[in-house]
Structures are given as structure tokens and as C-alpha cells.
């Protein structure tokens, strides 16, 4: 079948979704919480963010998406790199600091923090750490989206993973 034909075709008049529906819809798609984190001559910051996934082993990329109107994006877009910090379990406070409108240095004195070998923050006890360089950034709505190439990753054995679901955290 050609892509084409796999494509369905909507018709002009179709009804935009409604903003609250879909943000309604996506509430009810689980996801690992993580913390974004960067550092270098734009400053250092960091955010809560879910919209994060996997894109590709070869090479190893990162899918991670950022609000234009935060106050990490231009940190993040001048440094060129992030560290993924994927939460466990007991880190949900983290994710609260991290998820506010707490200034930069409040956020990051709620943890213990390790530089990686590109210089962006790790969370110490994290399930995974996983450093990135910023290779591709395209606009989708209010947002980017950022492909991330992976550089370094740090992973503990044991733990728990910690979801973000129906708007609540969940133990996993």
C-alpha cells in the first residue's frame, strides 16, 4: 500500500478538535516523568517535562519537546545540550519543583546534582541520566521539538519508575 493511499484525506470543512478535549484526551496517555536539564553560557535551568521519548538506536536520538514560552527555552536553545533525568519512584517532589514557576536555583536545591562529560546536570539517584547534544529543532505549534543526540547515559540497577497519569503521579 502506498503512502499515499494509507493517508486518510479530511475534508476542508472539518471541525478543528477543541484545545480542551485534547488536552482532556491526553491526560489519559501515561508517561515517564523526567527532568530536562542544561548548563553552559546560557545559564543553568531545568524542567518537568513528559514529552520525551525515544526516536532512533542508530544513532542514539531523543525526542524532547519544550513550551517556547518557558523560561528554560532560551537556556536550553543557547547551550545546545540537555541532560534527560528520567524520575523514580520517591522523586515526585522533584518533578513539582521542577514543574513550577520556582526560580532556577530554588529547583535545583531540592536534589544533589553530578555534571556529566557534556557539562549538563544529573540528577543524583535518577532512574536513567541520559546527556544529550541538540542536533534538530522544528516548530510544531507552541512548542519545539527537539531531536537530541545521546552522548552519555548513566543508569542505578534498581527502582521504580515514576508515570505521570489522569493528571496525578503514579508508583510504578
Same mark, same amino acid.
Given at each position: 500500500m502506498s503512502a499515499a493511499a494509507a493517508s486518510p484525506v479530511l475534508p476542508n470543512d472539518a471541525e478543528p478538535v477543541d484545545r480542551s478535549a485534547f488536552r482532556d484526551a491526553m491526560a489519559r496517555l501515561g508517561? /515517564? &516523568?523526567?527532568?530536562?536539564?542544561?548548563? %553552559?553560557?546560557? !545559564? @543553568?535551568? !531545568? $524542567? *518537568? *517535562?513528559?514529552a520525551v521519548c525515544s526516536v532512533t538506536d542508530d544513532p542514539p536520538t531523543l525526542l524532547v519537546c519544550i513550551n517556547r514560552a518557558s523560561s528554560a527555552y532560551q537556556p536550553v536553545r543557547w547551550n %545546545? @545540550?540537555?541532560?534527560?533525568? &528520567?524520575?523514580?519512584?520517591?522523586? *515526585?517532589? =522533584?518533578?513539582? &519543583? $521542577? !514543574? !513550577?514557576?520556582?526560580? *532556577?536555583?530554588?529547583?535545583?536545591? /531540592?536534589a544533589s546534582w553530578r555534571s556529566n562529560a557534556s557539562g549538563t546536570p544529573e540528577l543524583e539517584g535518577a532512574l536513567v541520566s541520559i546527556g544529550c547534544e541538540i542536533e534538530t529543532v522544528t516548530e510544531a505549534g507552541t512548542h519545539d521539538v527537539l531531536f537530541c543526540? =545521546? &552522548?552519555?547515559? @548513566?543508569?542505578?540497577?534498581?527502582?521504580?519508575?515514576?508515570? +505521570? $497519569?489522569?493528571?496525578? +503521579?503514579?508508583r510504578l
Open positions: 508517561a /515517564a &516523568v523526567t527532568i530536562v536539564t542544561t548548563d %553552559g553560557p546560557g !545559564g @543553568r535551568t !531545568g $524542567f *518537568a *517535562a513528559t %545546545g @545540550r540537555v541532560c534527560v533525568n &528520567v524520575l523514580g519512584d520517591e522523586q *515526585a517532589e =522533584v518533578s513539582r &519543583v $521542577f !514543574g !513550577g514557576r520556582t526560580p *532556577a536555583d530554588e529547583r535545583f536545591a /531540592a543526540r =545521546v &552522548v552519555s547515559i @548513566r543508569s542505578r540497577e534498581d527502582g521504580g519508575a515514576l508515570i +505521570y $497519569f489522569d493528571r496525578t +503521579y503514579h
